[in-house]
Every structure is written in structure tokens, then in C-alpha cells.
Nanobody, 127 residues
Framework: QVQLGESGGGLVQAGGSLRLSCEASGHTYSFNNYAMGWFRQAPGKEREFVATISRAGTGTLYADSVKGRFTISRDNAKNTVYLQMNSLKPEDTAVYYC??????????????????WGKGTLVTVSS
């Protein structure tokens, strides 16, 4: 079992930046066995894929809506995955969730069917 805890959300003006962190606990000796991802859910909308990263951190995938603005990274020594968000827009307002899966590739993980999820952190971007 892996527990995930997100942090770093908050209120930011359009054009600003935030860095989200997601720290894993529990069976973290195997953290580098997990593909990791960030997803978000805006009010009244379904949860959507934002970014995923491979186990070694060498492969990344992004939703078209965030490509060029967001960067996902991981530090396996710290059992942590990050999401650097730049040039934020009001439409980025959402609860952001990190997720982990030991079986799926980071490509398949973009579909959202991951085994472990955090409780989310709220990002609000004002215009």
C-alpha cells in the first residue's frame, strides 16, 4: 500500500506559478516501481489527465492544454513527484490529484485508472 499526500496548492494570479508536491509514504521502498501522474478536476467537470512520468523519470507525457507550461518531475530518493506550473490561466483552476500505479506504464496511466490516489490540493487562478 502506498499513501500519497499533495501540497503546494493555493491562490495565484493569472500568469503566475506554483509548484505542487506529492510525497509517498507506506511501501516507499518501491517508489521507483510506480508510474506517477497528476490529474485535475475543475468544478462541475470530470477529472482529467494532466501529466504522467515514467518510473525512472526519463519519460513524460502532458495534456495538450498544459504542454509547454507545466513540468512533471520526480525525486525517487525523496519519494516525491512534482508538478511545476507556469503561466497559469484561470482555466487551470481545479483540485489537483497525484496518483500512482505499479503495473501500468506511464503511457497507459494517462487513461486515469491508477491504483493509488491522494486527496488532492486546490489550485485557484484568479484573472
Amino acid at each position: 500500500q502506498v499513501q500519497l499526500g499533495e501540497s503546494g496548492g493555493g491562490l495565484v494570479q493569472a500568469g503566475g506559478s506554483l509548484r505542487l508536491s506529492c510525497e509517498a509514504s507506506g511501501h516507499t521502498y518501491s517508489f521507483n516501481n510506480y508510474a506517477m501522474g497528476w490529474f485535475r478536476q475543475a468544478p462541475g467537470k470530470e477529472r482529467e489527465f494532466v501529466a504522467t512520468i515514467s518510473r525512472a523519470g526519463t519519460g513524460t507525457l502532458y495534456a495538450d492544454s498544459v504542454k509547454g507550461r507545466f513540468t512533471i518531475s520526480r525525486d525517487n530518493a525523496k519519494n516525491t513527484v512534482y508538478l511545476q506550473m507556469n503561466s497559469l490561466k484561470p482555466e487551470d483552476t481545479a483540485v489537483y490529484y497525484c496518483a500512482a500505479d505499479a503495473a501500468k506504464s506511464y503511457a497507459i496511466a494517462t487513461m486515469g485508472q491508477l491504483d493509488y490516489w491522494g486527496k488532492g490540493t486546490l489550485v485557484t487562478v484568479s484573472s
